[in-house]
């Protein structure tokens, strides 16, 4: 699933290249995805200027003149692609929602597992969005401190790895992130959540903030089923330093491949993988293997 850098480029691109415009035809080809979109989206879109985007959490916002916004989450496999006016758009028999601009630049939303989401709403009443008002803070936001996290975590007695995917603690960071970002703390995936301390909580903050910056700034991850609007894919992935990484040796490590190894374990049916040497459990701290 993208998760918040991933998101973030799709946005981008959109804003780059559909700001401003307005929707001149709408293609709706079927009821929905995970939920149902709604009835009169052709044309409550027809014919409204886009005045705007921004991004929450997974959540792609494109704004309208009309006061309403349409949210576009991405699922699972989900993805946009956008060709420029005069450049003829590829057939896939999984772009669900279509619209062209006056202009002639299309957008296609393809989803081949149909899990993701379209909506419309009052551009007021975004953050009251039921997919919106339990998210936490935005992780490159000011809202996002030490203080917030130690309040956020003070009686969670998950693993901090399940901790950081929850999306009323921090939007945004999924099972890639997260593992990356305790690596770069330094901190083990199956420590629990309350029973970190100050430092080890400002060093995450400071670890979760490095890695999606840097990974925004590369485009984001490429998965399997992911690529930014104009078909580049994002390369983030050949830095990763231990997601997908079980048994390569450890950049960080002292000796090099000294740790025998990045470790891959499950958590709630999540893959994470962590440095053995670098991410070690300190004596006597609780732990929760889910």
Known sequence: ???????????RGMRLHL????????????????????????????GARISGFARRGKYILMRLN???????????SGRVLLSRPGQAPKPDRHEHLSFETT???HFGLIDPRRF?????????DEEKHRLLARLGPEPLGNGFSQDWLHHALARRRTSIKAALMDQSVVAGIGNIYAS????????????????????EEARLVEAIRAVLEEAIAAGGSSLRDYAQPDGELGYFQHAWRVYGR??????????????GGVVRIEQAGRSTFFCPLRQ???????????
């Open 1 to 11: 699933m993208p998760e918040l850098p991933e998101v973030e480029t799709v946005m």
């Open 19 to 46: 700001d401003g415009k307005t929707i001149a035809r709408v293609a709706v080809r079927r009821d929905g995805m995970r939920t149902p979109f709604p009835a009169d989206l052709a044309s409550r879109l027809e």
């Open 66 to 76: 009309r006061g309403e916004t349409m949210l576009l989450h991405l699922g699972m």
């Open 103 to 105: 202009d002639g630049t």
């Open 116 to 124: 993701g989401t379209v909506d419309l709403m009052p551009t007021v």
């Open 180 to 199: 990356e970002a305790l690596f770069r703390a330094a901190i083990h995936p199956a420590r629990m959540a309350c029973g970190l301390d100050g430092p």
């Open 246 to 259: 079980a048994g390569q040796g450890c950049p960080d490590c002292p000796g090099g491949k000294a740790c």
């Open 280 to 290: 070690v459990l300190p004596a006597g701290a609780p732990t929760v293997a889910g």
